[in-house]
């Protein structure tokens, strides 16, 4: 079965510090979220890709993250300058289209510590 | 606004005991109901989904959901667990925003199941 890549699993960086998170999602998929997990709650969805475009960015503390889907295939998302409280899973999905009833993949996902 | 709650953080049970997981949404307009499972340092998978018709709606490995329109229900129930069944389930609700559905998450519930 076809999966959501991301890389890296793990990132340990200083506070201050860039640092990115990659993700491939399913060919074909044309939906892509980023999502960030905190330790002990649910997802929260940070940005939502229709293709190359954003359609939802609501949640996404601009001032330092940021994301792009250039092809509206892979996906970057960014943190500069992380901050102690950025330490969470970052979980990328993707959807085949952006209906209700269309179930999200998600992948693996990358534990970000800021030291 | 939507949410979603999960009424317990943790639920510690016996092998081959039933469970019960609770979640409750708020919505006033129709909604796709989720619920999915993450193990230790994965993604979410999908468990299982009402989109529309009948209420009760079952997993290939034997939980159900029943969807309560009129309590805004969804738990989450299997007769009989195993301990492969220890896992954080979230229960999630599709919103229609700005013309994308995006999913809403619980913030979880933590099954573990003791020999």
């Known amino acids: 079965e076809a999966e959501v890549a991301q890389s890296p699993r793990y990132k340990i960086t200083e506070k201050s510090q860039a640092v990115a998170f990659w993700c491939d999602p399913i060919?074909?998929?044309?939906?892509l979220y980023w999502y960030r997990q905190i330790l002990g709650q649910g997802p929260e969805l940070l940005v939502q890709?229709?293709?190359?475009?954003?359609?939802?960015d609501s949640q996404l503390p601009k001032d330092r993250f940021s994301a792009e889907r250039l092809k509206g295939v892979d996906s970057t998302l960014k943190i500069q300058p992380a901050e102690l409280g950025d330490s969470a899973m970052y979980l990328c999905?993707?959807?085949?289209?952006?209906?209700?009833?269309?179930?999200?993949?998600f992948g693996n996902g990358t534990r970000l510590t800021v030291t | 606004a939507q949410s979603v709650t999960q009424l317990d953080s943790q639920v510690p049970v016996f092998e081959e005991a039933p469970v019960e997981l609770r979640c409750n949404y708020s919505?006033?307009?129709?909604?796709?109901l989720f619920w999915y499972v993450q193990y230790p340092n994965q993604g979410l998978q999908l468990l299982l989904k009402?989109?529309?018709?009948?209420?009760l709606v079952e997993s290939i490995n034997g939980f159900e959901a029943e969807f309560n329109k009129s309590q805004t229900s969804f738990h989450l129930r299997k007769p009989s667990v195993h301990i492969s069944d220890t896992a954080e389930y979230f229960c999630?609700?599709?919103?229609?925003?700005?013309?994308?559905?995006?999913?809403?998450f619980g913030a979880g519930t933590r099954l573990a199941v003791h020999p």
């Open positions: 999905a993707s959807s085949l289209v952006s209906q209700g009833d269309s179930p999200l993949h």
């Open positions: 060919s074909g998929h044309a939906t």
């Open positions: 890709f229709q293709d190359e475009s954003v359609v939802d």
């Open positions: 919505s006033s307009v129709s909604v796709y």
């Open positions: 009402y989109l529309s018709g009948s209420t």
């Open positions: 999630a609700v599709s919103l229609l925003s700005g013309g994308y559905n995006k999913l809403i």
